[in-house]
């Protein structure tokens, strides 16, 4: 009896402590379920937080200014067109021209690496009954010359050299070193940014502390250009050239990060 009543109260209390474990599972799951809901919730916060605070106010504004500089070169296109019964005739003659050509420019000057062929063309002539009329040439050369002052006087004599088949055309001035007058354009450009970002918030009741970003939006000047001509018959006074002005716009993009 006493053995019987012993082993019941054992397997009494091996069920009671099975039972007692079965309970206790459920309840570690559900506080460790409630931890992690907890972190997440904390963590949910804080990003929310640190977005909030990184998304800082900023201003888009644009700068702009110009500033002028004096073309120091001048380029043209300087050649000779001929005509002949036939193509060697013509070619012939255009070569003598256009050695004549290059001496009086080398003569005023110009530089050999300063001359260089633009185009050769040989070509047939028809009349306007489309029946063959000889034969033409073309020949240019692309002149460089620094010293604009003396261009008009260099080209009226080279055109002399040539006479009757001269052509002049593509006559452009420029600046050569742009360095210089972009730099200042752009700290114009930048300074005058600012000036629209500070006067923009401080109408806002705040006032800009960084720049976010900036982007130059350079604008090169265009050469100036000339009309072409042909040389007449009788001889044409000294070609006036004056230098004039250039513009050189610089226009910037900045984003200003603004107080919080």
């Known amino acids: 009896m006493s053995s019987e009543y012993e082993g019941q109260n054992s397997n009494d209390e091996n069920s009671r402590s099975h039972s007692t474990a079965s309970l206790r599972r459920p309840l570690q799951l559900g506080q460790a379920l409630a931890v992690v809901l907890i972190v997440a919730a904390l963590v949910g916060a804080w990003s929310l937080g640190h977005q909030r605070s990184s998304a800082r106010s900023t201003i888009s504004v644009t700068g702009s200014a110009s500033v002028q500089g004096t073309p120091d070169t001048i380029n043209f296109e300087i050649g000779v067109h001929t005509q002949s019964a036939s193509a060697a005739q013509a070619l012939s003659s255009n070569n003598r021209k256009v050695a004549a050509l290059i001496s009086a420019l080398e003569n005023g000057g110009v530089k050999k690496r300063n001359i260089q062929t633009a185009n050769l063309s ?76 500070n006067q923009l918030a401080r109408s806002a009741g705040t006032h800009v502390t960084s720049v976010v970003s900036l982007v130059d939006q350079e604008n090169l000047p265009s050469p100036v250009f000339f009309n072409s001509f042909k040389a007449a018959n009788v001889a044409q006074p000294s070609v006036p050239v004056q230098a004039g002005t250039q513009s050189i716009n610089v226009q910037v993009s900045v984003v200003y990060l603004l107080a919080s």
Do not use: E
Request: glycine letters at 10%.
């Open 122 to 197: 040989l070509y047939q002539n028809y009349n306007s009954n489309g029946t063959a009329n000889g034969y033409a040439v073309d020949n240019s050369l692309s002149v460089t010359m620094h010293n604009i002052a003396g261009t008009g006087t260099v080209i009226d004599r080279a055109i002399r050299s040539v006479g009757n088949g001269a052509t002049l055309s593509g006559v452009t001035l420029s600046i050569t070193n742009q360095n210089a007058l972009l730099a200042k354009a752009r700290a114009r450009a930048v300074a005058n940014a600012r000036t629209t970002a």
